[in-house]
């Protein structure tokens, strides 16, 4: 157990990924209420929009006017999503008060490229090295990389890690050449394919090839094993973990409409803090957030602690 | 991961945890339902009912209606659980259809057993021997120790393994005093408490004892860990786990009414599978028994998977 992390970085991403998929209409001052609760929670970045069509996702079509009406509290990231230039340029109006980056993405299935954005391999490398320059000619540093489908993928099946591995190096070539700094590659498991062992073996792959990447973990806990997966990452000394509080969310692009959302950020927090792993999060006030989405959405949330609490509650009873 | 078992036996309690938290009623003829779809699955042992007050566990009032029904298939074994010798008798009738075994039983924490049960140390060796005489004069061979509150305690707090070691060690001694053979040293999280970390000291302290015993997990997911904690388990070569199909139950004497169950029996088997260890169990045809479960009981139960559906089917399609 000696490759624990002693703190881990938690980003919620809970309004971004829960907002883009809930039926709605969701009135923007409740989506900024959820994030004003999540950002008084000690947790130091949270994912506030996407900007993306909202005819595509119109979940979304109020990102602007989100943005608007939020300030990030001392301490605390705002950040947003966005596919494209057109998506950059809408998060550009906000640089005042969102923490903007650029990420350069690939699939580690070429057929979910394909299926979500008719690109093959070498199509992806052309519009990521397009859409990298416009970042860094934007003045916005692209500093992650970002792999979908990484350990498996509802299209084409299991995914090898050398599938990572080539995604991966695609990314770092376009880095290279662009004059890109990465501070960080993002491994999603986009569709609950992975197991503690998926895991571990893409991520020795990735650090057999970069001995030096910081890794992290985007998890859906689609089947059921996504806390699971993220004690395997934990036990790699992997320390930054994206997630969404009350397990928000849900892939709208991987065919399984009502398939649940990522792991549950409150979750996440409790495995940490109960094995002495520092988060920085207030759990009470998470969970108090996680019973606001719950009242915006309308529904209960998959997470188990939303129904039991964390376990202070009991030792404080008992003492 | 070298030590991963080949194989897992994983005990369903589904129908018997389930059926007795479920407000009910429900008829006995779905109950028989549920235990026959069960028995179709591959599973080779399925706890089927309790014998026990139906005052106090008014769901299980026709306990022997249920087992009056059902006759086990070839290869299955169907079990019951009591707590008393007025239990004892009632299982006794059905011995041509049960597979009876008797259990030496005590919480880690003396706070659960003097609130469920009314006794202090001293009260449950006295009670635990005199049921165990009580068995082996029955002819019922006494062949389990089982530990409840093994991680931690709603009333009490946290639990060390050394008091895991002290009650294993009293079951142990009352075994040898009456000449019961232990085959197996059940370790139970119920109350939600664990985290792999727990699992691991615990199971190392009770390995450190005694080399030989043979470890089986009684998991709850009350705070979304059980997974987790079950591939601790794993990864340490445990290789018996009682789950419940969908995550049926709840801990009725735990003080959290509404609190999720079990850990769910799918989610186990899709984890062991897709990591190469054999279960013996058709996923498909469980998953059409946890979709039966929540026929019967009238809502959605906690589990993911149940949600989602396992992979090969995605596997198929892409191939």
Redesign the interface.
Known sequence: ?SDLPRSVEIREEGPREGFQIEPGPIPTDRKVALIEALAATGLRQIQVCSFVSPKLVPGWADAEQVVAKIAPPAGVAFTALWFNAAGMNRALAFRDRLKLYGSIAFAASE?FQKKNLNRDRAGQIEAQRALTRTHLEAGIPVTRIGIQAAF???????VAPAQIVQAVGDAMAIAEECGATITEVTLADTM??A????I?RGIAAVRERWPDATLALHLH?????G??N???GLRLGVARFDTTVGGLGGCPFAG?P???GNI?TE?LV??CE??GIATGVDLDALMEAGHLAEEIIGRRL????L?????DA??RR??
């Open positions: 157990m057929a498996g993928c509802n299209y084409s099946g299991d609950g394919w197991t503690p062992i998926r571990e806990d689609t089947r059921g094993l806390i699971a993220a004690m395997a399984q009502g398939a649940p549950c979750e409790l495995l109960e094995m998959p997470s188990e602690l129904r039991s609490g964390p376990l009991f030792r008992a003492a």
